[in-house]
């Protein structure tokens, strides 16, 4: 079961290269409202050996366009393609209810209404047309998605570290 813990980092955003020659990266927002990324202070690396202070300039299709404490070229900037972007989970906001942090999804283990276990979110997903639980089968190397709406997941337990899940007949 995935637990919050304190000092636990939560994945952001990412790098996703240079835009343009001036230093000014395109930013991949991981947010519910994308230009929230700037507001939770210093981004850091998983590692937190590298830290970010991040002012956005425009918005870009898909994107944010945005510049980064010390990086100033573009060969920098390319440089940092890829990098993800993390926050202590404490500087997040609190969630309503029925809202979840990726993160607190992944490891719970997911039941059918009958109780039976039909296996562990490994990942979650979104493609641009809202969220999939990818479900990694009990007892198989085989996964599955779930879409993540209350119809096909009916009741999510943090607490419990349960997911009680109503799939569709093709699952």
Request: overall charge negative; aromatic content about 6%; glycine content about 12%.
């Amino acid at each position: 079961m995935s637990t919050a813990t304190e000092g636990e980092m939560i994945c952001v955003g990412a790098i996703g290269g240079a835009f343009g020659v001036q230093g000014e990266v395109r930013l991949k927002s991981f947010c519910a409202e994308p230009s929230d990324i700037a507001d939770y202070g210093p981004l850091s690396t998983e590692d937190g050996k590298r830290q970010f202070t991040v002012t956005l300039t425009r918005p870009l299709k898909g994107a944010l366009g945005a510049r980064v404490s010390g990086i100033a070229t573009k060969e920098q900037a390319d440089a940092l393609k890829g990098t993800r972007l993390y926050v202590p989970r404490e500087r997040l906001p609190a969630l309503p209810d029925d809202e979840f942090y990726h993160n607190d999804l992944i490891g719970l283990t997911v039941t059918d209404a009958g109780g039976a276990e039909l296996g562990k979110v490994q990942a979650v997903h979104d493609h641009g047309a809202g969220d999939l639980l990818e479900i990694r089968r009990t007892g198989s190397s085989d996964s599955f998605y779930l879409p993540f709406t209350r119809a096909a997941v009916p009741t999510v337990d943090l607490a419990a570290g349960r997911i009680v899940a109503d799939p569709p007949d093709e699952s």
